[in-house]
């Protein structure tokens, strides 16, 4: 393991200090060693998506065992620390004595040989100690209790508690700590047969696969250390998709827009899987633009579309900011999965807390206007506009819907009649906030609009 603990090592200096994205970081390096054995690959993907999970409450507990604090610490001791304060704490099944001398040999490895006993004395103490660690006090502040307790920045903390009251926020915060398997959506085409051979062979590579319970072509995955790598992803049998997006396109009500060849647009559409989706329920009768800001995302997004096997879409590059002229008005569906904070994948991309600054909402706040502004010119009188963004933010979400009925010929209409069971009721007035903790999703948000 002491080669995986160093690739682990050089993964978190990727991302806490030069600034690298965790799901970029991690994906390189599961693909790069995907020779390993899977028990390697799930140790280095757990050890450095936890450290980063877990921050917050390890770097509070680094400060009560270190003369050094945290911030003042060499960057390479304070990641080697944190790594092995994760292993001490949260992976039961890895021996104590293993972490403390492997990670004072890859200090020594690392040219800090003469902080080697520091190391030791740190994470030795820590290892005795663990049961007596306590949070700080709840009754002094509640604030930095729940921060410290869930590894969530305070600001965000006090943001969710006053936006959505306590016991909510209390349950956000613990659905982002669970457990977030791979997601994905089977293709329509693919027949009862196939897909009991494909359930079959994900056992055979010891994958636990479950049925989502909101949709039925949804599917759970637990224990995959690479998408690439299972079977039936070269055959395009799925597309990796949250359910939360899938409800984004079931919420534009295909089925009740007619029979006459309709034309989807989706602004910001990378990776696809909402476009690649619409394009599979207007199969036959449509056809979806999918546009995005690079040609690398738009290459991407090809790549994608030709392993699923769709023919009704294409993949364009395109400013969301710039006016078409040749589609204003045109468009019987759009989808407008805006730029946002990200909120609430911070499950799955645990960094998202760390970077994101109360400046920065209102900075996509002003984004996601100007290109609301553009959106709603492209549908048709009687159109659909789908607004949706993976957040847990009024101003990203209720707010900004609220501006925009008030200044444009729109108006909201149910969700309830394209929503699963569990989450009609919630639905029926349009807008829907889903949470991680209460519903089985990621935090997303959908508004169904209609051009009037």
């Not at 806490?16 to 390993?36: A, C, F, P, T």
């Not at 520091?118 to 009754?139: M, Q, S, T």
Request: proline fraction near 5%; aromatic fraction near 8%.
């Amino acid at each position: 393991m002491e080669n995986t603990r160093e690739l682990v090592l050089d993964m978190l200096m990727e991302i806490l200090e030069k600034g690298s994205y965790s799901h970029l970081v991690i994906r390189d390096v599961l693909d790069k060693y995907n020779y390993k054995d899977s028990r390697e690959k799930a140790f280095i993907k757990r050890t450095a998506e936890g450290t980063l999970e877990r921050l917050i409450q390890i770097d509070h507990i680094l400060d009560q065992f270190s003369k050094t604090p945290v911030p003042k610490m060499k960057p390479l001791i304070r990641n080697l620390l944190r790594m092995s304060v994760y292993q001490l704490l949260f992976m039961g099944n890895v021996p104590e004595s293993a972490v403390c001398n492997e990670a004072v040999k890859l200090a020594g490895k690392r040219g800090f040989r003469g902080l080697s006993g520091y190391v030791n004395g740190v994470l030795r103490n820590i290892a005795r100690k663990k049961d007596k660690i306590a949070a700080p006090p709840r009754e002094q502040d509640e604030i930095r209790y729940l921060s410290v307790t869930y590894s969530m920045p305070e600001w965000l903390v006090e943001m969710w508690i006053s936006a959505y009251g306590r016991e909510t926020a209390c349950r956000v915060l613990g659905g982002l700590l669970e457990e977030h398997p791979v997601t994905v959506r089977l293709k329509g085409s693919l027949g009862g047969a196939q897909k009991t051979r494909w359930l079959a062979s994900l056992e055979k590579q010891q994958v636990r696969a479950e049925m989502h319970p909101y949709l039925p072509f949804a599917w759970r995955l637990w224990n995959t250390e690479g998408i690439k790598n299972l079977p039936g992803y070269g055959e395009g049998f799925f597309a990796v998709q949250d359910v939360s997006s899938m409800l984004a396109v079931e919420a534009a009500g295909v089925g009740d827009l007619g029979q006459e060849e309709l034309l989807g647009l989706d602004l910001c559409a990378f990776p696809g899987g909402k476009s690649m989706y619409l394009a599979e329920k207007l199969s036959g009768r449509g056809k979806v633009i999918a546009r995005d800001l690079s040609e690398y995302k738009a290459s991407l997004m090809r790549d994608n579309i030709e392993r699923m096997g769709y023919t009704n879409i294409e993949a364009q590059v395109h400013d969301a900011l710039l006016p078409d002229q040749g589609l204003l008005g045109r468009a019987d569906i759009v989808l407008a999965d805006l730029p946002c904070s990200g909120l609430g994948v911070i499950g799955k991309k645990r960094d998202i807390k760390y970077r994101i600054k109360p400046e920065n909402l209102r900075e996509l706040e002003t984004l996601q206007r100007q290109i609301l502004e553009m959106a709603g010119q492209y549908v048709k009188p009687g159109g659909i506009l789908v607004y949706s963004t993976c957040t847990i933010n009024p101003g990203e979400n209720e707010k900004m819907m609220e501006w925009f009925i008030n200044n444009h010929p729109f108006q909201k209409e149910s969700l309830s009649p394209y929503l699963p069971e569990p989450l009609k009721k919630e639905g029926a007035q349009g807008m829907l906030q889903l949470f991680p903790g209460i519903h089985e999703t990621d935090g997303f948000f959908i508004c169904r609009l209609k051009r009037v």
